[in-house]
């Protein structure tokens, strides 16, 4: 691919004929015996009419199997001028960082807004605290509700289906700092199915995670992640909570009654909820 550029630029100054005072030995032949106009690309050089005969090659898009509209918008948008990106980036930070000074957020980012109006209307905040400092429920913030789910498809299974389904049983990180947790020591966590959507449910859990829990979120994975949430905005996505798929992609090291087998769409696409990390990446990777 990186020939392209190269070769382009040969042929464009043979195009360009006598005027060019080109350096290049290859191009200079075909530049000043130039008396037709077809010439210099019939003589030229072999290695620059091979280059061009192969510039159509390498242009004609490979039979690439079909991604999920969302991973093609995530990629889609990589393809921005990488100072365009930092902004976007950037975006999200002051929104949560105005949203502790000021009356109203300036800047309008929907995932972030509609997240953290989610955790407050459906009584997350009641029982965890406005900043997720804790009360009747764990403190989520400083890292907290990290260190008990280092992937957030463990920490989903547990806020849908709630404590009481999973009383005594040991849930999140077995090795976490403090101890393990057991369902049912602290008191009663709600089961979210039936009261929020699946994205929803995705929702409250981006905002415990990255506003609240202080999680990183600029790995591919995540920002794929907050691609497909804010599409899902738009579109109005109303999905039930379906448990099943929830615990197919979960832990079974970390979640009663996981499976881990993963969830794939008829292309073999991972289409489990949440961020996609490949295998031995950091989940919270910067
Ligand atoms: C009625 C109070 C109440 C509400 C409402 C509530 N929680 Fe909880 N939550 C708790 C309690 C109590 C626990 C601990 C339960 C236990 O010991 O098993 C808990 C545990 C959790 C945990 C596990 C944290 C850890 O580190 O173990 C998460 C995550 C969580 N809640 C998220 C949420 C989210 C998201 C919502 C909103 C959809 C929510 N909670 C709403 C009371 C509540």
Redesign the pocket.
């Known amino acids: 691919m990186t020939e392209i550029p190269e070769h382009l630029l040969k042929r464009s100054r043979a195009a360009k004929g006598k005027g060019d005072d080109a350096p290049s030995a290859a191009v200079t032949p075909a530049a000043s015996s130039a008396p037709a106009a077809a010439a210099p690309a019939a003589s030229g050089p072999p290695a620059v009419a091979a280059a061009a005969a192969a510039i159509p090659k390498d242009a004609a898009p490979e039979p690439a199997k079909p991604e999920p509209h969302y991973i093609q918008a995530a990629k889609a948008r990589k393809k921005m001028p990488i100072w365009a990106f930092m902004i976007v980036l950037a975006l999200p930070i002051w929104a949560i960082s105005f949203a502790g000074t000021m009356q109203e957020v300036e800047v309008e980012d929907e995932l972030f807004i509609e997240s953290a109006a989610l955790?407050t209307s459906?009584?997350?905040a009641?029982?965890?605290g406005a900043g997720g400092g804790g009360g009747?429920?764990?403190q989520?913030s400083g890292g907290?509700?990290i260190?008990?789910?280092p992937a957030p498809i463990d920490?989903m299974v547990?806020?849908a289906r709630g404590?009481a389904a999973i009383g005594g049983e040991q849930?999140?990180d077995p090795n976490r700092e403090g101890g393990a947790?057991?369902?049912?020591?602290?008191?009663?966590?709600?089961a979210?199915i039936g009261?929020?959507t699946e994205l929803e449910l995705e929702l409250?859990?981006f905002h415990?995670r990255t506003a609240l829990g202080g999680e990183e979120f600029t790995s591919a994975a995540y920002l794929e992640w907050m691609e497909h949430l804010r599409e899902r905005i738009e579109e109005g996505d109303e999905h039930e909570i379906e448990i099943d798929k929830l615990l197919a992609c979960a832990d079974p090291a970390q979640t009663p009654g996981a499976t881990g087998e993963g969830l794939f769409d008829d292309e073999g696409n991972n289409i489990c909820a949440g961020p996609h990390f490949e295998a031995g990446e950091e989940i919270a990777a910067g």
Not at 182 to 190: K, L, Q, T, V, Y
């Open positions: 955790y459906s009584g997350c009641g029982c965890h009747t429920g764990y989520l907290e509700v260190k008990t789910f920490m547990h806020v404590s849930y999140g947790r057991i369902a049912g020591n602290r008191g009663n966590m709600p979210q009261a929020l409250v859990i415990e």
